[in-house]
């Protein structure tokens, strides 16, 4: 067993370990998730597998277990900001703004150069109806990553809770421009676009929507001809 080698061998987490990867590359989180488990039975700060445990849980929807063992990662490595980003990717999925707010923040005091966080954070303050400082942030992603074609959507969406069509349009054109098949930056074009009232234009998002995701495409369609 694992518990039998801790202290003795390096590779401590032995056949459990190695079993959770198989079953994580593997795509199998249910699988991986029982042996990831099994690892920290027996080595309880092990920050890695705790990493994964919250992955795994992520995955299959069991959030606030997900938000539990991000937790432990945290306690586990507080100066790292993969654990804080993770655990606030979790709480945007939970609506969670504040907190999300509060993860994100921490993860770019710890990695201030990493424009998807700086958008994370963007995100949870737009949810809290902050968007002078959502705005900030995304702008701050922009000048680390001027071709971020995340980025420029995010700048999208948040133009769009202003009510800033124009500028809108424009952040989710860039987004497209830098990645064609950008499905959601397609579909807010488009929305966009009949906003402004320009129909033509709302019809060829909706024509570039139709071989990239038909689920969006049927939408946009239906706002299109109600």
């Not at 277990?65 to 990662?73: I, N, S």
Request: proline fraction near 5%; hydrophobic fraction near 45%.
């Amino acid at each position: 067993m694992a518990g039998e080698k801790e202290g003795q061998d390096p590779d401590f987490r032995g056949e459990e370990w190695r079993q959770a990867l198989i079953w994580l590359h593997g795509g199998e989180p249910e699988q991986a998730l029982v042996f990831f488990e099994r690892v920290v039975r027996y080595a309880p700060a092990d920050y890695e597998a705790w990493l994964n445990i919250g992955y795994c849980r992520a995955v299959l929807g069991r959030l606030n277990l997900a938000v539990e063992a991000y937790t432990r990662a945290v306690a586990l490595r507080p100066e790292v900001a993969v654990p804080y980003a993770r655990r606030g990717g979790v709480r945007l999925k939970q609506e969670l703004w504040d907190e999300a707010g509060r993860d994100f923040a921490e993860a770019a005091q710890l990695a201030p150069d990493d424009a998807l966080i700086l958008c994370n954070l963007a995100l949870a303050l737009g949810g809290q109806g902050k968007l002078t400082e959502a705005l900030r942030a995304v702008h701050d992603a922009l000048r680390l990553q001027p071709e971020f074609a995340f980025a420029h959507y995010q700048l999208g969406w948040l133009y769009s809770q202003a009510e800033q069509w124009p500028e809108a349009a424009e952040a989710f054109r860039r987004a497209v421009a830098i990645e064609p098949e950008f499905a959601k930056a397609h579909y807010n074009l488009g929305l966009n676009y009949l906003v402004l009232g320009d129909l033509p234009a709302a019809m060829a998002e909706l024509d570039i929507l139709r071989k990239l995701n038909r689920k969006l495409a049927d939408h946009l369609l239906k706002l299109i001809k109600p």
